[in-house]
């Protein structure tokens, strides 16, 4: 628990918070160039797409940092 009195954590908490911010930004500027170029029947299907594989990846990151946060102290019977 010392590391949460780290301010060096605490600023590469923030950096990263910051870089996943804008790297997001980015992202979603950069599918609506993409998807402004399309017809307009198909920017509805791609939107869906997009973001239903967005979720399913944030998803996944969520679920990979949980995992690796819990550790079994006994083996399972």
């Known amino acids: 628990m010392e590391i949460l009195a780290s301010p060096e954590a605490w600023i590469s908490l923030l950096t990263l918070t910051v870089l996943e911010i804008v790297l997001g930004i980015d992202n979603v500027v950069f599918i609506a160039i993409l998807a ?10 791609y939107f ?3 973001f239903s ?9 969520l679920l990979a940092r949980t995992t690796r ?6 083996p399972i019977r």
Do not use: C, D, S, W
């Open 48 to 50: 869906a797409m997009v």
């Open 69 to 74: 946060e819990v550790v079994l102290r006994q």
């Open 53 to 61: 594989v967005f979720v399913e990846v944030l998803n996944l990151r």
């Open 36 to 45: 402004g170029k399309l017809p307009v029947a198909h920017r509805y299907i």
